[in-house]
Nanobody, 123 residues
């Protein structure tokens, strides 16, 4: 089954940028849907962005639209989350998730595979 490993988290000042990566292994091809979620203690997990490996629509949460960009490299089985103009409220643990089916909308479907997360702290 798929394993997901996130990297790229760290500390950044408000207004700065950070680029997260998530590599999928244990599979022949990149999963059909890959997504980023985030969570802070005491709050519900929030969908940040999601993408279909075949291209097309990318889903973004309302709080990150216009600031974050999700991209993929199918050959490397990797998705990236470019975080620009970060705010203190972007501070969270960021998790990569994968789904083996075509509907990628994180507001409508559940993701079945999860990484361990990478911490992002904005000060």
């Amino acid at each position: 089954h798929v394993q997901l490993v996130e990297s790229g988290g760290g500390s950044v000042q408000a207004g700065g940028s950070l680029n997260l990566s998530c590599v999928a292994s244990g599979v022949t091809h990149i999963p059909l849907c890959m997504a980023w979620y985030r969570q802070t203690p005491g709050k519900e997990r929030e969908a940040v962005a999601a993408i279909y490996s075949g291209g097309g629509r990318i889903y973004y949460g309302d709080s990150v639209k216009g600031r974050f960009t999700l991209s993929k490299d199918n050959a490397k089985k990797t998705v990236y989350l470019q975080m620009d103009s970060v705010k203190s409220e972007d501070t969270a643990m960021y998790y990569c998730a994968a789904r083996p089916r075509m509907n990628c909308d994180p507001s409508r479907v559940e993701y079945s595979a999860w990484g361990r997360g990478t911490q992002v702290t904005v000060s």
